[in-house]
T-cell receptor
């Protein structure tokens, strides 16, 4: 069965650069969630979209923005990257309230 | 604010021994609780949700509203159960989605 796809899987950026993370949900799933998991930390909710509209916002810095497109894929845009942004970024999708997670994008900011 | 507490950061048991991973929560409404498992280097996978009352890979979890707990149990641990386990609570938003609030996780190691 198709799962949630995230790209890229690994990304290395320098401070003050920008990064774009992509998420392709499971077909027919209408909701996408973004989570950030720092080293040794639990996943923290960033933002979610339901039917291409932002539905909830968590601890997402103003430097980050996200959107969900007409084909339901989502992109997380991160600007003015800081060392503290180094983390694993998970995307999850759902149709009901069971969330299915992607493999994550590991972002390293140097 | 809703909160999920997993008091044990690390748990080590021997193969064949019973295992219980503790989870307590605080929530003002009717909670919806999940257990997620993360094997080394892999994605988070849904293990159990309290509504389904299933047993997956020999694991069970019962919601105890009186004690606000949702402990994960398995009578006989296997080496392949070694992983990170996260308890999570689903929090509904006005926008129609339900974000997950995770506990800090418990790393389970099953020794041969």
């Amino acid at each position: 069965a198709a799962g949630v796809i995230q790209s890229p899987r690994h990304l290395i950026k320098e401070k003050r650069e920008t990064a774009t993370l992509k998420c392709y949900p499971i077909p027919r799933h209408d909701t996408v969630y973004w989570y950030q998991q720092g080293p040794g930390q639990d996943p923290q909710f960033l933002i979610s979209f339901y039917e291409k509209m932002q539905s909830d916002k968590g601890s997402i810095p103003d430097r980050f923005s996200a959107q969900q497109f007409s084909d339901y894929h989502s992109e997380l845009n991160m600007s003015s990257l800081e060392l503290g942004d180094s983390a694993l970024y998970f995307c999850a999708s759902s149709l009901t309230n069971e969330q299915y997670f992607g493999p994550g994008t590991r972002l390293t900011v140097t | 604010a809703q909160r999920v507490t997993q008091p044990e950061k690390l748990l080590s048991v021997f193969k064949g021994a019973p295992v219980e991973l503790k989870c307590n929560y605080s929530y003002s409404g009717s909670p919806e609780l999940f257990w997620y498992v993360q094997y080394s280097g892999q994605r988070l996978q849904l293990l159990l949700r309290h509504i389904s009352r299933e047993s997956i890979k020999g694991f069970t979890a019962d919601l105890n509203k009186g004690e606000t707990s949702f402990h994960l149990k398995k009578p006989f641990a296997q080496e392949e159960d070694s992983a990170m386990y996260y308890c999570a609570l689903s929090e509904e938003s006005q926008g129609g989605s339900e974000k997950l609030v995770f506990g800090k996780g418990t790393k389970l190691t099953v020794n041969p």
